[in-house]
Every structure is written in structure tokens, then in C-alpha cells.
């Protein structure tokens, strides 16, 4: 079959990569058409993706992120005709409905479901099938297939993924040294219109509460304040999940990045207005224990959460346990991927 891929996202990188690396390995031609958005490139490039780059991610209003919208409408129906285009992979709502204008499948993946809001919308309407993990238990109609597992274990289930101690030297840290990583996001994404995470108040407060315990660590997204610019992550895009996963705790306002530590069995608190509405998420909180979640508000609880951990001597341990039995139950999800993409041509 001829398969494009769509990516707007890093994180739609890290799914896709063993998916493409499987269906190119079973005969399968591939053309990815990719956003120029944060690390979108570099991770593809790192991997040796050949790639089409098209548009930018627009933050300042809705007006402007139609309009990309329908610009990459526009390229990605140009780009499947040119590829004659059987199916059109995506986690964003241009793919499927540019592959309904090139008479390609479009398959939608998602986790967030109905929550995502308007980027959802835009989506299930036009595509043909929707994939969702197992946990999602929202009822999206005959298009709907689910797969045993969660968008994380198409890259970070062990098959798949172990993490490199390279990244101390990177760090300028000894093996095995006691760090902290935090993620702190802009909210500016469709899908994010309305949400809040972590008030600065509350992200200085845990930075001064983390600093006596060991090397303190900042993600940001956009512009870092001066004051913790000692302190951002310095390494390749593609060692982020190494930095993740050795790392002590991970505090963020990333659901995706406490999703992926919960995923790894690294200890991690999560704030944001989106805490109890995602279901994956909830699965990984009160299910496996894997991750805590608080909303902006709730700063003394989740310093109060934090104390706690510092506090337990087998906290390593502890999580280790819990996701094993989370990989008792979840599988390594690309094969399945893989064996569905190619049975909707049947």
C-alpha cells in the first residue's frame, strides 16, 4: 500500500516511529508529511525519516490556527494524489479529512477522546476508522477499534525502548546521580483552549522545595524565565525519554509526559484543569497507582503529595511494582497497529 503519515507534533514522532519502521519493513511505501513544530523536525531527521515540511504551529487565536488547518488541508490532498495515497495516518484532523478528498482511508488515532474537544470534532466526522486504547471507554460508534495498550506502548513498552545512561554525561551528572526533571507547557494548542497548568507561584515553590534533595531540571515550552535558565535540559530532542526515565520524580503540566513517566514506573505529579476528565490517565492513577494528578488550585496538596515522596525510602521500588503489573496487562501495541493498517484494504 501507498501510506501517508501525517505529524504535527513531536509526540506524534515517537508513535508513528515503529509503526513506519514496520509497515516500510513488510513492503509498504511511506511518505511522511511533517509540521514544523518545537522538535518535530529534529526527531525525524535523528531517525533518518525522509519527510515533506509543511506549515507552523500557530498559537495567537483560533482564526489562525484555521487557517492552518485548511492550508495543510489543502497540501496534505495535494501530497496524497501525488502518492497516490491508499491510507492517510494521523492524530490530527487534517489528515482525515484531506484523505476524504483524495478517496484515501483515514484512520484517526486518539487518547483524549470527546475531551479534546474541538480538535476531536473536527476529526471523527471524516475519518473512516478511529483507534483508541483500551482504557478510553467512550462509545465512538462502528469506527471505533481499540488496541491493548496505551499510545505509550508504541515506544516506551521494553520491547521497544531502554533507557541509555549516556544521558548523565550529557547532564553532567555521575551515573545513578538523584535529579529532578520538570515540564512546564505553553497550553496554547487547539485542544487546550480554556485549561490551565501549574501557576508560576506554584512552580517556584516547587523548585525551591526540590533544590536540597538534588539536581533540579526544566522542560519549557516557549520562552524560560531567567531566573531557571541554569536550570533547562541542554540535550538532543531524542533523549528526553532517557532524561525521563532515570530520573528521581517527574513534576509537570504535560499530561502526555506523566503519562509517559507513570509508563516508565517513575514517580510523577501532574497539575492541570484537565486532572479527572482523561481516562487514560485516571486508568494510570487509580487503577496502577502510577501517577497523582491535581488541579492548578491545589498547590498545598500537591506539595504536601511531594513531601511524601521525598519522604519514602522505597519509592523506587514501589513504582517499579506497580508497572509491572501495568505490563502484565498492556501490550507492545505496534504490531497491532501494524496488522490493523493493513486489513482496512481487505
Same mark, same amino acid.
Given at each position: 500500500?501507498?501510506? *501517508?503519515?501525517?505529524?504535527?507534533?513531536?509526540?506524534?514522532?515517537?508513535?508513528?516511529?515503529?509503526?513506519?519502521?514496520?509497515?516500510?519493513?513488510?513492503?509498504?511505501?511511506?511518505?511522511?508529511?511533517?509540521?514544523?513544530?518545537?522538535?518535530?523536525?529534529?526527531?525525524?531527521?535523528?531517525?533518518?525519516?525522509?519527510?515533506?515540511?509543511?506549515?507552523?504551529?500557530?498559537?495567537?487565536?483560533? #482564526?489562525?490556527?484555521?487557517?492552518?488547518?485548511?492550508?495543510?488541508?489543502?497540501?496534505?490532498?495535494?501530497?496524497?494524489?501525488?502518492?497516490?495515497?491508499?491510507?492517510?495516518?494521523?492524530?490530527?484532523?487534517?489528515?482525515?479529512?484531506?484523505?476524504?478528498?483524495?478517496?484515501?482511508?483515514?484512520?484517526?488515532?486518539?487518547?483524549?477522546?470527546?475531551?479534546?474537544?474541538?480538535?476531536?470534532?473536527?476529526?471523527?466526522?471524516?475519518?473512516? #476508522?478511529?483507534?483508541?486504547?483500551?482504557?478510553?471507554?467512550?462509545?465512538?460508534?462502528?469506527?471505533?477499534?481499540?488496541?491493548?495498550?496505551?499510545?505509550?506502548?508504541?515506544?516506551?513498552?521494553?520491547?521497544?525502548?531502554?533507557?541509555?545512561?549516556?544521558?548523565?554525561?550529557?547532564?553532567?551528572?555521575?551515573?545513578?546521580?538523584?535529579?529532578?526533571?520538570?515540564? &512546564?507547557?505553553?497550553?496554547?494548542?487547539?485542544?487546550?483552549?480554556?485549561?490551565?497548568?501549574?501557576?508560576?507561584?506554584?512552580?517556584?515553590?516547587?523548585?525551591?522545595?526540590?533544590?536540597?534533595?538534588?539536581?533540579?531540571?526544566?522542560? &519549557?515550552?516557549?520562552?524560560?524565565?531567567?531566573?531557571?535558565?541554569?536550570?533547562?535540559?541542554?540535550?538532543?530532542?531524542?533523549?528526553?525519554?532517557?532524561?525521563?526515565?532515570?530520573?528521581?520524580? &517527574?513534576?509537570?503540566?504535560?499530561?502526555?509526559?506523566?503519562?509517559?513517566?507513570?509508563?516508565?514506573?517513575?514517580?510523577? *505529579?501532574?497539575?492541570?484543569?484537565?486532572?479527572?476528565?482523561?481516562?487514560?490517565?485516571?486508568?494510570?492513577?487509580?487503577?496502577?497507582?502510577?501517577?497523582?494528578?491535581?488541579?492548578?488550585?491545589?498547590?498545598?496538596?500537591? *506539595?504536601?503529595?511531594?513531601?511524601?515522596?521525598?519522604?519514602?525510602?522505597?519509592?523506587?521500588?514501589?513504582?517499579?511494582?506497580?508497572?509491572?503489573?501495568?505490563?502484565?496487562?498492556?501490550?507492545?501495541?505496534?504490531?497491532?497497529?501494524?496488522? &490493523?493498517?493493513?486489513?482496512?484494504?481487505?
Amino acid at each position: 500500500m501507498n501510506i *501517508l503519515v501525517d505529524i504535527v507534533h513531536p509526540a506524534h514522532v515517537h508513535f508513528f516511529k515503529h509503526i513506519i519502521q514496520g509497515l516500510a519493513a513488510r513492503g509498504h511505501s511511506i511518505r511522511i508529511v511533517a509540521r514544523d513544530k518545537d522538535v518535530t523536525h529534529e526527531l525525524l531527521d535523528h531517525y533518518g525519516f525522509s519527510y515533506v515540511s509543511v506549515g507552523r504551529a500557530y498559537r495567537k487565536s483560533r #482564526f489562525r490556527q484555521f487557517g492552518e488547518l485548511l492550508g495543510r488541508d489543502l497540501f496534505l490532498w495535494r501530497e496524497a494524489r501525488r502518492c497516490s495515497a491508499d491510507v492517510i495516518l494521523t492524530r490530527n484532523p487534517a489528515g482525515v479529512q484531506a484523505a476524504r478528498l483524495a478517496g484515501a482511508i483515514g484512520i484517526f488515532d486518539t487518547d483524549d477522546g470527546f475531551t479534546a474537544g474541538i480538535h476531536f470534532s473536527a476529526a471523527a466526522p471524516f475519518a473512516h #476508522f478511529i483507534t483508541t486504547p483500551d482504557c478510553l471507554e467512550e462509545n465512538l460508534g462502528p469506527k471505533q477499534r481499540t488496541y491493548p495498550g496505551y499510545k505509550q506502548s508504541a515506544y516506551l513498552h521494553p520491547d521497544l525502548f531502554t533507557p541509555s545512561p549516556e544521558v548523565f554525561d550529557y547532564l553532567g551528572l555521575e551515573t545513578g546521580s538523584r535529579y529532578f526533571l520538570l515540564r &512546564f507547557v505553553s497550553m496554547t494548542a487547539s485542544h487546550d483552549s480554556g485549561e490551565a497548568g501549574l501557576p508560576v507561584a506554584t512552580k517556584r515553590a516547587i523548585v525551591k522545595k526540590l533544590r536540597p534533595h538534588g539536581r533540579v531540571l526544566i522542560s &519549557f515550552e516557549g520562552d524560560l524565565p531567567s531566573e531557571w535558565e541554569e536550570l533547562r535540559v541542554n540535550i538532543p530532542a531524542h533523549l528526553i525519554h532517557d532524561v525521563l526515565a532515570h530520573c528521581t520524580i &517527574f513534576i509537570g503540566d504535560s499530561q502526555t509526559m506523566a503519562a509517559e513517566a507513570a509508563f516508565l514506573g517513575v514517580p510523577n *505529579l501532574r497539575v492541570s484543569t484537565f486532572v479527572g476528565r482523561l481516562q487514560y490517565l485516571q486508568q494510570l492513577e487509580h487503577r496502577f497507582h502510577l501517577t497523582q494528578g491535581y488541579l492548578p488550585g491545589e498547590t498545598e496538596r500537591l *506539595l504536601g503529595a511531594l513531601d511524601e515522596l521525598l519522604a519514602n525510602r522505597n519509592l523506587q521500588d514501589d513504582w517499579t511494582a506497580a508497572r509491572n503489573r501495568l505490563l502484565c496487562e498492556k501490550e507492545n501495541v505496534v504490531d497491532w497497529y501494524i496488522r &490493523f493498517v493493513e486489513s482496512v484494504k481487505d
